[in-house]
């Protein structure tokens, strides 16, 4: 066969099948344990964002990296393995067709209820839209929820929030709070940058406020086409919120319907030609991709499957290590399996994916000065293992694990296990002084800590000239980057300076024992040369 008939039989159309296998298996679980049965009400971003884009991986792990292994790992010039980057267009295949496919799925199986008037809608099966031809509406009796939180890459956007709650009844003698069944709601949202000044966030917040007022006046609630009840997610939780503000008991279930000016035959709008066309676009730039790289010839010895599958399971295991604990590589995959571990559970508690809301990261341990410096202090730790969002927690833990992959087998165990707590909580001591009512949290403050460890240990000689320029280089990249980054607002600088000076200090008190362990592995790396040399001529002779 040509190369082009190996790269189409032998990886593109199996491929191509796993994808369409798992996005339609993936869809139809959704309908059927989640849509139809509801056998537990799981947080919506979870089932419709989080899990098509973490469970392809395991489907490349387990089936598409035996059809990418056909690919030649060096590319022309020597340099980069094409495998990981038809594995990563495979995972954008897989992921965004499957999470476009569950918003369709999700409003395509919605079942329209005609209820003859509100009372009633706790009295039969609960679905996901509704005609209503008998309610009330008070505007009077509006419960409002107020939330500001940052997002961006680096905290750039500040955004506020108003989740308004409007009674729907049969009659006005039933819109008092205890007696109301159900909820209309509405959401008004804006966002400035968060490098402005105090003063002008509090202009903007009064200007938003009144903005929203003046909408929320102007507009008939009563006027809609059908209404459409909310599922498990961020939104509701705020709703809720409006509730509890005020101390209104509310059971869990309690319907929040959002009212929906549109034809009912128009909800799923373009969601499946969307998902067809990404599907084929993803396709295409696969195909493509195939096309530049170069494949193995077919090896046709009788063991060849035993040796592909081997391969897989090396490269399998290799990806794994990362977060187990082993001899001289122990603490630093539990502190990465910790952080992790932490962030999903936040995610499952319904808390969001993306990013995190400031009230909640103060409820799981966030450091904020008015709870830390009112006998909180306990903070200051927990709050190095909270993160603020997706992004967050995966870009401090890579940044940690290339660190801490080279700094812990020298430094030892409890050594660097010390210089990471010590580190971030001084990161966090001198966040609260110097931002005294912000919320913070993450592990930058620590790994900046062990970054300062490494920086010291690069100036002051403790390892080989050959080695310290591009460690120093790649170090000093970092740093400056972060920092630099930081400027621009919405990120804890101050945490990152205290933890880096701190990891300074801490990198002179460890020097000598640093410097004895690098001199060792030097010795036994020459002893094992030399032993090699001796066998090598041996051998010779």
């Known amino acids: 066969m040509t190369p082009t008939q190996i790269k189409l039989k032998s990886i593109f159309l199996p491929v191509l099948l796993q994808s369409v296998c798992f996005i339609i298996g993936y869809t139809f679980l959704h309908w059927l344990l989640f849509i139809k049965f509801n056998i537990y009400p799981l947080n919506e971003e979870v089932l419709e964002l989080f899990l098509p884009l973490g469970l392809p991986w395991l489907v490349i792990l387990i089936w598409s990296r035996k059809n990418t292994n056909r690919i030649q790992k060096k590319t022309s010039n020597g340099r980069g393995d094409p495998r990981l980057g038809i594995q990563f267009v495979i995972w954008i295949l897989m992921g965004i067709t499957t999470i476009i496919a569950q918003t369709y799925i999700d409003s395509a199986t919605g079942k329209l209820t005609v209820l003859n008037d509100i009372t009633s809608i706790n009295k039969t099966e609960k679905t996901k839209y509704y005609k209503i031809q008998k309610f009330y509406i008070d505007k009077n009796q509006v419960k409002v ?6 997002s961006g890459k680096h905290n750039e956007d500040l955004n506020f929030s108003l989740h308004c709650l409007v009674p729907i009844a049969l009659d006005s003698l039933d819109t008092t709070a205890s007696a109301v069944k159900a909820w209309i709601g ?11 000044s105090q003063a002008e966030k509090k202009q903007f917040w009064q200007k938003f406020q009144n903005e929203s007022q003046s909408k929320f006046d102007q507009q008939n609630i009563s006027q809609f086409v059908y209404l459409e009840r909310l599922g498990v997610n961020d939104d509701r939780g705020k709703y809720l919120e409006a509730l509890s503000d005020q101390n209104i008991p509310a059971p869990k279930d309690v319907a929040i319907l959002l009212p929906v000016n549109e034809p009912f035959e128009s909800r799923n709008g373009n969601k499946l030609p969307w998902t067809l066309a990404v599907f084929a676009g993803c396709a295409t730039g696969l195909f493509l991709f195939l096309l530049a790289v170069k494949v193995d010839e077919p090896i046709t010895t009788d063991n060849s499957p035993l040796l592909q599958d081997a391969e897989k399971e090396s490269d399998l295991k290799e990806f794994l290590m990362v977060f187990v604990p082993k001899e001289g590589f122990f603490i630093t995959p539990i502190i990465i399996d910790l952080n992790i571990l932490i962030f999903l559970i936040m995610v499952c508690c ?18 904020y000065g008015p709870a830390t410096k009112g006998g909180e202090w306990w903070r200051l730790l927990t709050s190095t293992f909270l993160h603020g969002g997706l992004m967050h927690v995966m870009a401090n833990m890579f940044g940690f694990l290339f660190v801490g992959i080279f700094l ?30 912000i919320v913070s949290v993450g592990a930058s403050g620590a790994i900046f800590g062990i970054y300062g460890v490494f920086l010291t240990l690069i100036v002051t000689r403790v390892f080989p000239k050959e080695l310290s320029k591009p460690l120093l280089l790649s170090t000093s990249v970092f740093i400056g980057y972060n920092l630099l980054a930081g400027l621009g607002g919405g990120i804890d600088n101050a945490a990152h300076i205290g933890g880096l000076l701190s990891g300074i200090a801490m ?6 024992a640093v410097k004895a362990q690098v001199l060792e592995n030097i010795l036994k790396s020459e002893e094992i ?4 040399e001796g066998h090598s001529d041996s051998n010779t002779i």
């Open 145 to 150: 929820h107020e939330d500001s939180y940052l």
């Open 186 to 196: 509405l959401r008004y949202t804006a966002s400035i940058s968060s490098d402005k």
């Open 350 to 367: 319904g808390l969001g994916l993306i990013s995190f809301e400031s009230n909640e990261l103060i409820r799981w341990g966030a450091n």
């Open 408 to 437: 812990e087998p020298l430094m030892g165990r409890w050594r660097f296990l010390f210089a990471y707590l010590f580190t971030g909580i001084v990161a966090s001591c001198t966040s609260l002084w110097w931002h005294p009512a």
């Open 507 to 512: 990198g002179l008190v460890f020097r000598s």
């Open 529 to 532: 040369d030399q032993l090699e």
